[in-house]
């Protein structure tokens, strides 16, 4: 069984930083597509960024392109978020997806397992 968990999230003021964690168990993650989901009330889940099993390619949702960083550490079966210039906009649930399929995927429906959400408030 996969287990998801996410950790980092938290209260930042804008234009602050944070670092999102996701572990994964129960599979290695250098065979697994993982992605960054986020969540803010009232609006649909949306695909912030994925990064593909060996972590040369990733994707970013436009409106954070320059700011946040997707990365991996299959050996430590980690994957991570570094926000930065954060923006009140960016405040969220974020969840950590897992995909078993091969390349990066853009819909919720290709990932098999998540996490339970990590909140990000941005405020002054």
């Known amino acids: 069984q996969v287990q998801v968990v996410e950790s980092g999230g938290g209260l930042v003021r804008p234009g602050g930083s944070l670092r999102l964690s996701c572990e994964v168990s129960?599979?290695?993650?250098?065979?697994?597509?993982m992605g960054w989901f986020r969540q803010a009330p009232g609006k649909e889940r949306e695909l912030v960024a994925a990064?593909?099993?060996?972590?040369?390619?990733?994707y970013y949702t436009e409106s954070v392109k320059g700011r946040f960083t997707d990365s991996r550490d299959n050996p430590k079966n980690m994957v991570y978020l570094q926000m930065n210039s954060l923006k009140p906009e960016d405040t969220a649930v974020y969840y950590c997806?897992?995909?078993?399929?091969?390349?990066?995927?853009?819909?919720?429906?290709?990932?098999?397992?998540w996490g339970q959400g990590t909140q990000v408030t941005v405020s002054s």
């Open positions: 990064i593909d099993r060996s972590g040369l390619y990733t």
């Open positions: 129960g599979r290695t993650t250098s065979t697994l597509t």
């Open positions: 997806a897992v995909s078993t399929r091969v390349a990066i995927r853009l819909s919720s429906n290709d990932y098999d397992y």
